[in-house]
């Protein structure tokens, strides 16, 4: 059955690795705005200048522009056979725009894999991070400002994805390749 997930969860909790996994597994691509975001900054395109004043912050972008690059990818070839998107939507008016692409491309989403974790692996987590890969939004205030966001306009939207039976919740901690398991199990006994 072709897939068609979002993978949501607080920073830190491995959405990231999850959804390489499940790309590899499934055979569709995994679509990170973070990573799209990053990508248009180091490349200096117009898309990354108007992004780098909200990333830089740990702010969300604006939604004209997040909801664009979206429905863009969406319509890509390789998007055809299903996809996982990784980090959208993040707000009420996101899912909004995204139940109105997926309405328009009669392609409707099969499951939302939400990944919790306690707050203090989620700190360890993101400040090891932060050593490693010295993202620009990796400071103690952009990380902050990022979990205070998710904690209040992203988590309220599971209960979205929960009222329409598409929640799948799945323990962020433990072994990468167990929780990977866990998650492809529980897909697939859908
Ligand atoms: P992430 O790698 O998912 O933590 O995203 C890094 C940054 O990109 C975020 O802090 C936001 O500034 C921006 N971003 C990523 N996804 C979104 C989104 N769905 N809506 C708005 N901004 C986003």
């Not at 900054?41 to 830089?56: H, R, S």
């Not at 400071?139 to 329409?164: C, M, Q, V």
């Amino acid at each position: 059955m072709a897939q068609r997930l979002l993978i949501m969860g607080p920073q830190g909790v491995g959405k990231g690795t999850q959804a390489a996994l499940l790309s590899k597994h499934y055979g569709i691509p995994a679509i990170s705005t973070g990573d799209i975001f990053r990508y248009n900054l180091k490349n200096g395109t117009e898309l990354g200048k108007q992004a780098k004043a909200y990333t830089d912050k740990g702010e969300l972008v604006p939604d004209e522009l997040t909801n664009k690059i979206v429905k863009d990818r969406l319509g890509m070839d390789d998007a055809a056979q299903g996809w996982i998107l990784d980090g959208y939507p993040r707000s009420a008016s996101q899912v909004e725009a995204l139940d109105k692409m997926l309405k328009e491309l009669d392609t409707p989403l099969t499951a939302v894999v939400a990944l919790d974790a306690d707050h203090d692996v989620l700190m360890q987590r993101i400040a090891k991070r932060a050593k490693e890969e010295g993202r620009a939004d990796d400071t103690p205030e952009a990380i902050a400002k990022r979990l205070d966001i998710y904690a209040k306009e992203t988590a309220p939207l599971l209960d979205i994805y929960k009222s329409r039976g598409l929640l799948v919740a799945v323990d962020g901690q433990g072994e990468v390749d167990q929780i990977c398991k866990e998650i492809i199990t529980k897909l697939d006994e859908r």
